[in-house]
């Protein structure tokens, strides 16, 4: 059974940088371009980053230059490294594949920036 879990979100000051991890329970994860995903309160889900089994990775304008995206195929496991941090990026942030949720969705893990 295909499992998403997300983990590393908390409460962090302005500035301040988080690393989201997604573990993923996918056979052949390495052959899926993965996404992270975020949905601030009252608004969509949107696309931030994604990355391809071989590495290439894309970014929304919003976050390029301070979040990188990258993925450890041995560990079936996608991560999110965020730096200066903004309160913008407030959101739940998920993990799933890069065409809008081919997997069944998880709890996604909560970032909040705020002084």
């Known amino acids: 059974q295909v499992q998403l879990v997300e983990s590393g979100g908390g409460l962090v000051q302005p500035g301040g940088s988080l690393r989201l991890s997604c573990a993923a329970s996918?056979?052949?994860?390495?052959?899926?371009?993965m996404g992270w995903y975020r949905q601030p309160p009252g608004k969509q889900r949107e696309l931030v980053a994604a990355?391809?089994?071989?590495?290439?990775?894309n970014y929304a304008d919003s976050v390029k230059g301070r979040f990188t995206i990258s993925r450890d195929n041995a560990k079936n496991t996608v991560y999110l490294q965020m730096n200066s941090l903004k309160p913008e990026d407030t959101a739940v942030y998920y993990c799933?594949?890069?065409?809008?949720?081919?997997?069944?969705w998880g709890q996604g893990t909560q970032v909040t920036v705020s002084s």
């Open positions: 996918v056979r052949f994860f390495s052959t899926y371009a």
């Open positions: 799933n594949s890069n065409s809008g949720g081919y997997f069944p």
């Open positions: 990355i391809t089994g071989g590495g290439n990775t």
